[in-house]
């Protein structure tokens, strides 16, 4: 049997003819297919708008400055991300703050956070960044309530989440990324999510100004609005330092395709979610799916004692399972600008079992059983 890795994109005839319609057309960049992008991801979703970027961390950037965050103000995130998720806020010369994640769901406590916030004075804090782990969808609704009373913003990492919703107490769904409860969210594009571009991200919000600003961001602060002069038909200004976070029209018509193919992704990645579930309940610990969420499934998230044991013992069956995360507060880089902490102990006793199975929607039947097969003999011997 090939390899089995943790995740792999899908790419079939309709991405490869999308691609090639677009190298063949008249732009490759700043053309059509971006804004199209934009449009069926924000109708997808369920947002106002939709910014395209680069990729996901670009947008996290994007993010924090178009929220006004600036040097030693305060940010609070969960420890089990992607560095990306925090690193964000160092760009902007912000600080880093942890909260403690919940051990069932995996994703940022609200009662961790609440004790954080509630410890320092009014003000302290500006903003929280939770993250969708796994494709697991954050209750917002709540995080909002307690982002509310403190005077913080919400940015929402939903790079591993598009096609999941969790369910309010209304009983109305909403799909991660709405815009309902944050300010903004974030996805990402990178060929083992949902959605591959190669490299590739999306900022949705439902604030036009906040649109304006991330527009105005990705392309070095260049304007043909609101200009102090005008020369002519040529003429802009560059009113603020800005970027170039743009994504691609080649990248974008890939993005269209695959975003075509998310809603039966996410049922086939749901579908390989109930089979592991089936034959681990019981026996193995897997991430909880609180009542009303659909979780899009980017990874399958499981705890086991001899994770270093069983990791290489699926290595050596050439199945690639990968762990998801390092704790970013544990990172020497975080370590060394002060960050460690020994009070998140539910990020740290998750680190030490954590295993992410593979997970993707082309995983054969064949391919899942012998993974299976071979994590029940490994925690049987
Ligand atoms: C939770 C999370 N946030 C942010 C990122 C950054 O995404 P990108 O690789 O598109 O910059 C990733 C990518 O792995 C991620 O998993």
Redesign the pocket.
């Known amino acids: 049997m090939k390899s089995i890795p943790y995740g792999r994109q899908n790419i079939t005839q309709v991405d490869i003819d999308a691609v090639v319609a677009t190298l063949q057309a008249d732009f490759l960049t700043q053309g059509p297919k971006v804004k199209e992008f934009e449009d069926k991801f924000a109708a997808y979703i369920g947002s106002k708008y939709a910014v395209a970027v680069n990729?996901?961390?670009?947008g996290?950037h994007l993010a924090v400055l178009t929220m006004g965050l600036k040097e030693g103000e305060r940010v609070i995130t969960t420890p089990i991300?992607?560095a990306?998720?925090a690193n964000c806020v160092r760009y902007a010369g912000g600080e880093v703050w942890f909260a403690d994640i919940d051990p069932e769901t995996y994703l940022l406590s609200l009662e961790s956070t609440r004790k954080l916030i509630e410890s320092k004075p009014k003000g302290f804090f500006k903003g929280l960044i939770p993250?969708d782990l796994a494709g697991l969808p954050l209750d917002l609704e709540a995080f909002k309530k307690l982002a509310d009373e403190h005077g913080l913003w919400i940015i929402e990492?939903a790079?591993?989440a598009p096609g999941a919703y969790f369910t309010d107490s209304k009983g109305i769904k909403h799909n991660c990324g709405n815009g309902n409860y944050a300010e903004l969210a974030?996805f990402?594009?990178?060929p083992v999510k949902h959605i591959a571009c190669g490299?590739?991200?999306m900022v949705t919000t439902n604030s036009e100004q906040h649109y304006k600003k991330l527009l105005l961001l990705r392309t070095h602060g260049i304007t043909k609005e609101n200009m102090l002069e005008n020369h002519g038909g040529w003429f802009y200004e560059m009113q603020e330092l800005g970027f170039n976070y743009r994504l691609t029209d080649i990248q974008s018509a890939l993005g269209i395709t695959q975003l075509a193919k998310n809603t039966t992704g996410v049922i086939q990645r749901n579908s390989i979610a109930d089979t592991y579930k089936k034959v681990f309940k019981d026996k193995i610990k897997f991430q909880s799916l609180p009542q009303g969420s659909y979780n899009a499934h980017h990874l399958f998230v499981i705890e086991v004692e001899d994770r270093k044991g069983l990791y290489d013992y699926l290595r050596a069956h050439q199945i690639f399972a990968q762990i998801h995360y390092i704790p970013v507060h544990t990172l020497p880089y975080y370590r060394e600008i002060g960050y460690d902490s020994a009070t998140l102990i539910n990020a740290e006793t998750y680190y030490s079992k954590c295993m992410s199975l593979p997970m993707y929607p082309t995983l054969t039947e064949k391919e899942q059983n012998f993974v299976i097969e071979r994590i029940l003999e490994f925690v049987s011997l």
């Open positions: 990729n996901a961390t670009a996290l991300t992607f990306a998720s993250v990492d790079c591993h974030i990402s594009f990178h490299e590739g991200g």
